[in-house]
């Protein structure tokens, strides 16, 4: 299994909908989770960090976490076409401290 | 901006140059990192230096040569790099390793071709 699993996508929603971003992750003892935003033919820019339990709004976006059913989920409210890119799920596992990232989700939103 | 800086940001490079690609970061941040994205595949970490020394290095070629002169510079040597190596390579900071100040501020990259 792989450590950090997302849908690579492309993940269509309309203009004014929700976004709705998913992450499964292998090490049961993780305790921190970032959410990235990378947009095409640029770095990866943090946009969210989450580790307890439940749910953490900033601004349009809230990141959920799961940690019984190890997963994280990203949502993003009235989405905007400017939301379309690649966002990446991180973990830092309990195992080894190290940082995992998956292999992104593309996200478009359709105009 | 980040406050990661990185040069070049293209390199087009024969697979018997030498070459170094440059991060400076202007956070104050005690921890950098060498990542490798390739197309298709997860960020994929190289090499990490807290307060300029070395503590990890992912099984990365020797190709690869990292180089940490202080806090805020870190340098990746290239030699006798394959076309499998074209990637883009990004550099971070956090303010402390990943386990005690995990947030990182990756600089904008540079697209690495090895013809």
């Known amino acids: 299994q792989k450590e950090v699993e997302q849908n690579s996508g492309p993940l269509s929603v309309p203009e004014g909908a929700i976004a709705s971003l998913n992450c499964t992750y292998s090490d049961r003892g993780s305790q921190s989770f970032f959410w990235y935003r990378q947009y095409s033919g640029k770095s990866p820019e943090l946009i969210m960090s989450?580790?307890?339990?439940g749910d953490k709004e900033d601004g349009r976006f809230t990141a959920q976490l799961n940690k019984a059913s190890q997963y994280v989920s990203l949502l993003i409210r009235d989405s905007q076409p400017s939301d379309s890119a690649t966002y990446l799920c991180?973990?830092?596992?309990?195992?080894?401290?190290?940082?995992?990232f998956g292999k992104g989700t593309r996200l478009h939103i359709l105009p | 901006e980040t406050g990661v800086t990185q040069t070049p940001r293209h390199l087009v490079m024969g697979m018997t140059n030498k070459k170094s690609l440059k991060c400076e970061q202007h956070?104050?941040?005690?921890?950098m990192y060498w990542y490798k994205q390739s197309a298709k595949k997860p960020l994929e970490l190289m090499f990490v230096y807290s307060l300029e020394e070395r503590v990890e290095n992912n099984s990365v070629p020797s190709r690869f040569s990292p180089e940490c002169p202080n806090s805020s510079h870190l340098f990746l040597h290239l030699h006798t790099l394959q076309p499998e190596d074209s990637a883009l390579y990004l550099c971070?900071?956090?303010?402390?390793?990943?386990?005690?100040?995990?947030?990182?501020?990756f600089g904008p990259g540079t697209r690495l071709t090895v013809t």
């Open positions: 956070l104050g941040h005690n921890a």
């Open positions: 989450i580790y307890s339990n």
């Open positions: 991180a973990v830092i596992t309990n195992r080894d401290d190290k940082i995992i």
């Open positions: 971070a900071s956090s303010q402390d390793l990943a386990r005690l100040g995990p947030e990182q501020y």
